[in-house]
């Protein structure tokens, strides 16, 4: 099973609401990714866990809060969203540990976030 | 910096011709190099990871080569699909990192 469930599919909110994403593996996978990705743009990379701990912060604006409260869960809160936030959120995940052993990243399906 | 260049950004074949994506990066001190397809509002799918001391991998019609030498990566694609249609992207690690910095990407479409 190498799959990486993302929900919700589709979020609407306001610039004043609270709300999360969540993401879900259940490979045995030590690393796990936030990426944002804007039409006909690749991805880019916002945080990534290992072993349950924050190790990469890309300068993403404190309206976005990662927690990982276990090795298969990871959400992304939101709160005080702008418009120009509104993208493509990707969930990653990989077996963690060594880079140079190969770690091979595998994608959720998204969830498309407009902010109003 | 190391760059990641995908050429050319889009491409339309017809069925059934065989067919070559490329990657090139500025940096050679790479991990791992990995071919991603994107279909239009879906996540990534992974199609190929190849490590810093492989020459080439292969999946059913797909095989992707490494020449870091020269900074390339090419996808070829045996016998195109119009199921094939979709935004190819090559991403890779390096420096220790786990972050992915990818390409820009390549819209395939084949047409029946």
């Known amino acids: 099973d190498t799959e990486v469930t993302q929900t919700p599919k589709h979020l609407v909110m306001g610039m004043t609401n609270k709300k999360s994403l969540k993401c879900e593996q259940h490979?045995?996978?030590?690393?796990m990714y936030w990426y944002k990705q804007k039409a006909k743009k690749p991805p880019e990379l916002m945080f990534v866990?290992?072993?349950?701990?924050?190790?990469i912060n890309e300068s993403v604006p404190s309206r976005f809060s990662p927690e990982c409260p276990n090795s298969s869960l990871l959400n992304l809160h939101l709160h005080a969203l702008q418009p120009e936030d509104s993208a493509l959120y990707l969930c990653a995940s990989s077996r963690g540990g060594l880079v140079s052993l190969g770690n091979e990243q595998f994608f959720g399906p998204g969830t498309r976030l407009t902010v109003l | 910096k190391q760059e990641v260049t995908q050429i050319p950004a889009a491409l339309s074949v017809p069925e059934g011709e065989n067919l070559v994506l490329n990657c090139s990066f500025t940096?050679?001190?790479?991990?791992?190099l990995q071919w991603f397809r994107q279909d239009p509002g879906k996540g990534l799918t992974s199609l190929l990871l190849?490590?810093?001391?492989?020459r080439e991998q292969t999946s059913g019609r797909l095989n992707a080569s490494l020449d870091k030498s020269s900074g390339r990566s090419t996808l070829y694609i045996a016998a195109s699909q119009p199921g094939d249609s979709a935004t190819y992207l090559c991403a890779l690690t390096q420096g220790g990192s786990e972050k992915l910095v990818f390409g820009k990407g390549t819209k395939l479409t084949v047409n029946p």
């Open positions: 866990y290992s072993y349950e701990k924050l190790s």
């Open positions: 940096d050679s001190a790479i991990y791992n």
């Open positions: 190849i490590q810093s001391s492989q």
């Open positions: 490979m045995g996978h030590r690393a």
